[in-house]
């Protein structure tokens, strides 16, 4: 329930900082174009997500016979979950990692990749696949939607502000008395696309986070996933994923490397973190 609500309260955030921008570099006319560009980009990334994604990493789908042992997990969690056994799909890939897609439990799609499935135990991998069936339950497809909307739409207004400072906008703002001059509209350019992202970074933090005590719960015990995130901390960093970093925040673990300052910007907790809480519900 913690993650929920901090989740609704940084959509707010998203929310009252386009109002914010709109009005100022924008106007509201401004803000309604933003918004519409980016609903529309978001919606159709959103309807399409999972064929995409699916298809950007070469994921093919892997019938029961092929996979006798990951089907009966699936379709057990699935059930403990009460939604439907979502098509499971193999990404031909060496670096262990797995991650869940679609915009509804009813088209949703779990993918694995044939790096997992050699190194975690049957418990461990229980623990990751109940981890991504949990993102399908709690919809965190549409949720991170919703964020990408917010902050594609303040992008596009400060992308606005520039080119309107370039070509005079800030000076009519001055004299309309509600831009803040050619220096303010250049300094909110440029600062709020920068703070909507780092809000968005972490919304899907929060959501990590929220996944890991769903499937913690799914599961009835923490510790197969525990021990995968230990597990996945360390392999992934030896066998390094080529992901793109639009696709990033869907996988278990960060398929990017980066530490230090770039951590700030990273979809993902840190897994000292996520371990560490799920120690802490004792399951």
């Known amino acids: 329930m913690g993650n929920l609500i901090k989740t609704g309260f940084l959509l707010a955030v998203l929310t009252c900082l386009l109002v914010l921008v709109g009005g100022a570099i924008g106007g509201q006319q401004g803000m309604t174009i933003a918004f519409i560009l980016a609903f ?4 159709g990334s959103y309807w399409f997500s999972d064929k995409i994604v699916l298809s ?19 379709r057990e969690l699935a059930a403990e979950a009460k939604i439907p056994v979502p098509p499971i799909y193999l990404i031909p890939d060496d670096s262990p990692n797995a991650f ?3 915009r509804n439990p009813q088209h949703a799609a779990v993918a694995v990749t044939e790096g997992i499935l050699r190194i975690m135990s049957e418990d461990e991998l229980r623990g990751v696949l109940a981890h991504e069936l949990s993102h399908v339950k709690n919809r965190d497809t549409l949720i991170m939607t919703i964020a990408a909307t917010l902050a594609g739409a303040i ?3 400060a992308q606005m502000a520039q080119w309107a400072a370039i070509f005079g906008g800030g000076r009519r703002s001055d004299d309309e008395g509600g831009g803040g001059g050619l220096i303010g509209m250049l300094l909110m350019a440029i600062l709020a696309p920068f703070a909507a992202m780092l809000v968005q970074m972490a919304i899907s933090r929060s959501r990590e986070y929220e996944a890991d005590a769903s499937g913690a719960r799914l599961c009835h015990r923490a510790s197969g996933l525990e021990r995968a995130l230990e597990k996945l901390d360390v392999a992934s960093r030896q066998e390094p994923m080529a992901a793109t ?23 993902h907790p840190p897994i000292e973190e996520r371990i ?8």
């Open 40 to 43: 529309v980009m978001n919606v």
């Open 56 to 74: 950007m990493y070469g994921a093919q789908p892997v019938d029961e016979a092929r996979a006798p042992g990951l089907y009966r997990l699936v």
């Open 100 to 102: 869940a897609t679609g």
């Open 155 to 157: 992008t596009y207004l």
């Open 245 to 267: 970093p639009a696709t990033a925040h869907l996988f278990i673990v960060n398929p990017l490397t980066g530490g230090g300052f770039a951590t700030l910007f990273s979809t």
């Open 276 to 283: 560490a809480r799920l120690r802490a519900m004792k399951l």
